[in-house]
């Protein structure tokens, strides 16, 4: 199984650029996350989805924005690219909330210069 | 503010030895997990606590959970190198939509 899987894996951008950062799972998990960690920090949520069509903000969502078209996929979208948004980001997924554990992708390193 | 803390932050240690690691958490929950992270690289879940009193154990790892302290530890017996990693424990707000607080990790580090 290839689990979750993001890419880039690393990216450097210029400030005010776009890109987004690709997250898919195959395990037919309804819940997805977006994470970033910052050095020496824990992991700070960006955003979630429940489901294909569902997603919520998370604990730091500004300047970000998601979307769930399919059950597998979940992309997050940086516009206007900050250095604040320097970070490493990682796209996790679970098959519910309750009693599970979270399945974790990689990680996309991020600076923006 | 709702906190998770974690104790130490960094840790280095000797193979054989035993230590433990604290997560104190600042609001309600019953749900509790532990996940490692090598350098570099990904999370792997560890363990998964869902009740107060719970253990569980793998290997030289060992974590329990209590609620009513608001206190989760993370025991190491007889460490060997292939356990250094950062550890990271996580409180799922059970009153939030969702949300995981995560602690700031401990960096382990065994000599041989």
């Known amino acids: 199984n290839a689990g979750v899987t993001q890419t880039p894996k690393f990216r450097i951008l210029k400030i005010g650029q776009s890109m987004t950062l690709q997250c898919t799972q195959d395990?037919?998990?309804?819940?997805m996350y977006w994470y970033r960690q910052d050095p020496g920090m824990g992991l700070k949520l960006i955003y979630y989805?429940?489901?294909?069509?569902?997603?919520d903000k998370g604990e730091v969502p500004n300047g970000y924005n998601v979307s769930r078209s399919t059950t597998e996929d979940f992309p997050l979208r940086l516009e206007l690219a900050a250095p604040s948004q320097t970070s490493v980001y990682f796209c996790?997924?679970?098959?519910?909330?309750?009693?599970?554990?979270?399945?974790f992708g990689q990680g996309t390193r991020l600076t923006v210069v | 503010e709702l906190k998770v803390e974690q104790n130490p932050l960094f840790l280095s240690m000797q193979e054989g030895k035993n230590y433990t690691i604290y997560c104190n958490y600042s609001?309600?929950?019953?749900?509790l997990y532990w996940y490692r992270q090598d350098p570099g690289k990904s999370l792997e879940s560890l363990f998964v606590?869902?009740?107060n009193g719970a253990v569980k154990q793998e290997g030289r790892l060992m974590a329990s959970l209590d609620t009513k302290a608001r206190l989760s530890t993370l025991h190491i017996t007889a460490a060997v190198h292939d356990l250094s990693a950062t550890y990271f424990c996580?409180?799922?707000?059970?009153?939030?939509?969702?949300?995981?607080?995560w602690g700031a990790g401990t960096k382990l580090i065994i000599k041989p």
């Open positions: 609001t309600t929950s019953d749900r």
């Open positions: 996790a997924s679970s098959y519910n909330r309750m009693n599970t554990e979270a399945f």
């Open positions: 395990m037919n998990h309804n819940y």
């Open positions: 606590l869902l009740s």
């Open positions: 996580a409180v799922d707000l059970v009153d939030s939509n969702y949300q995981l607080i």
């Open positions: 989805s429940v489901g294909a069509g569902i997603t």
